[in-house]
């Protein structure tokens, strides 16, 4: 089918100069020319939108990154089954492995027992478990709906939400922690 630039314009909340921008960096499909001055963009270019404009907003990406991270994951934004796994799998490559790296040395350097990590990975893979059938439940129940409304969302859950509950749990631990040390020196 296609979308006219004024549709990708209108539903992508982008400006046109920003849409071409992205076309010259190699980001967006080239659009099927009809006519002279009249262009069609493969519908993936919407759902390529947003998650450029997701990684800018949310993670500050540059478009330098952005480019590296669909180009070495190889995102297939035509395939909507697979948006949120290639979401996922982009976001958790470019540049936490260093960092994650970086941690695991400084840990081992002062003797951390590894036992915590190993715990964080059987935690995860329990969890993940349960987030992939929340994820697939949702899009068959909502496959009349916005899908890229609802990948944002999982997305978000994933990406945002859970962080902050497994944060705000550590600190509310730690408070109390703290507390009763503070009582029991008393």
């Known amino acids: 089918m296609g979308l006219k630039m004024s549709v990708l314009v209108k539903e992508s909340k982008v400006s046109k100069s920003t ?13 099927e020319r009809l006519k002279p001055n009249l ?3 493969p ?6 939108i947003k998650f450029i404009k997701y990684l800018q907003e949310n993670l500050h990406y540059s478009i330098a990154e952005i480019k590296t991270i669909i180009q070495d994951n ?4 035509e395939n909507d089954s697979e948006v949120i796994i290639n979401y996922l799998t982009a976001m958790s490559g470019i540049k936490q492995k260093s960092e994650i790296e970086n941690i ?6 002062y003797k951390v027992d590894d036992k915590l990590f190993k715990e964080y990975e059987k935690k995860a893979k329990e969890l993940a478990i ?7 439940k949702l899009l068959i129940e909502n496959e009349n709906n916005d899908k890229n409304e609802l990948q944002k969302l999982l997305f978000d859950i994933l990406l945002t939400l859970k962080p902050y509950i497994f944060n705000k749990a550590t600190i509310n631990e730690h408070k109390l922690r703290v507390k009763q040390n503070t009582k029991d020196i008393s």
């Open 130 to 136: 349960l987030e992939y059938e929340m994820g697939a």
């Open 43 to 48: 519908d993936s270019s919407l759902s390529i």
């Open 74 to 77: 190889k995102i297939d934004f």
């Open 104 to 109: 695991k040395q400084r840990a081992k350097k």
């Open 39 to 41: 262009y069609l963009y």
């Open 19 to 31: 849409i071409l921008y992205y076309l010259k960096e190699g980001l967006l499909p080239e659009p």
